[in-house]
């Protein structure tokens, strides 16, 4: 099973509005991660997270953890239509030598 | 710029053959993993390698089989594609801790007739 689920599956918004995706995940973790997903290519990483660190921001994106609620969430302040893609969240498991991804949110920015 | 590249963006198999899918990272990274992608259940993990030589199951090894014989390259193996293997298949590559930051290749889309 996921160790990440992502929520909303789907998130359609104008350019210049913010996104908000969530993450929820099940067991103790090491950091999160999200990921970008251009359609039909690889992933690419935006941000990691660590579990003692509550909050970070890289350009335009703010990531918060809440280890507490085993929940993470992923901003996208004044959105452009690059901003198009899939966002997947990523933990590493019990053990800790794997990542497992959420299914994702596809994210539409409208000109 | 870290690169990992795979063999081939688009490949077409017949049910009963064997498929090789090629992956090489020129970052020096000793891990390396082969995921399958499909719509609706995300990234699955196929097999990892921590170094040459060794390799892990992942969630779905099922009908996979992994190489490494050198660091940079890892090839996942299809011994005898079948149709339910059709799929997008990532690679990626990190180092250190198997948890850090993955840079994934650009992905090879099969189609198993």
């Known amino acids: 099973s996921q160790q990440g689920e992502e929520d909303p599956q789907a998130l359609s918004i104008q350019e210049g509005e913010n996104a908000t995706m969530n993450c929820s995940y099940k067991?103790?973790?090491?950091?999160l991660q999200w990921y970008r997903q251009n359609s039909g290519r690889g992933l690419v990483h935006l941000i990691l997270?660590?579990?003692?660190?509550r909050e970070k921001h890289s350009g335009r994106l703010r990531v918060t953890l809440d280890t507490s609620k085993k929940s993470s969430s992923l901003l996208i302040t004044a959105s452009r239509a690059a901003d198009t893609a899939s966002y997947f969240c990523a933990t590493d498991n019990n053990a800790g030598n794997m990542l497992t991804f959420g299914g994702g949110t596809r994210l539409m920015v409208k000109p | 710029d870290v690169k990992v590249t795979q063999s081939s963006r688009y490949l077409v198999k017949r049910t009963g053959e064997k498929v090789f899918l090629e992956c090489v990272q020129d970052?020096?990274?000793?891990?390396m993993f082969w995921y399958r992608q499909d719509p609706g259940l995300g990234l699955r993990l196929i097999y990892f390698?921590?170094?040459?030589?060794?390799?892990e199951k992942g969630d779905i090894p099922e009908g996979y089989s992994v190489s490494r014989e050198k660091k940079e390259r890892f090839s996942l193996i299809l011994e005898s594609a079948s149709t339910n293997q059709t799929s997008m298949y990532l690679c990626?590559?990190?180092?250190?801790?198997?948890?850090?930051?993955?840079?994934f290749g650009p992905g090879t889309r099969l189609t198993v007739l």
């Open positions: 990626a590559s990190s180092r250190g801790r198997a948890y850090n930051e993955q840079f």
């Open positions: 390698s921590y170094d040459v030589k060794m390799k």
């Open positions: 970052m020096d990274h000793e891990n």
């Open positions: 067991t103790s973790i090491n950091n």
């Open positions: 997270i660590r579990s003692n660190e």
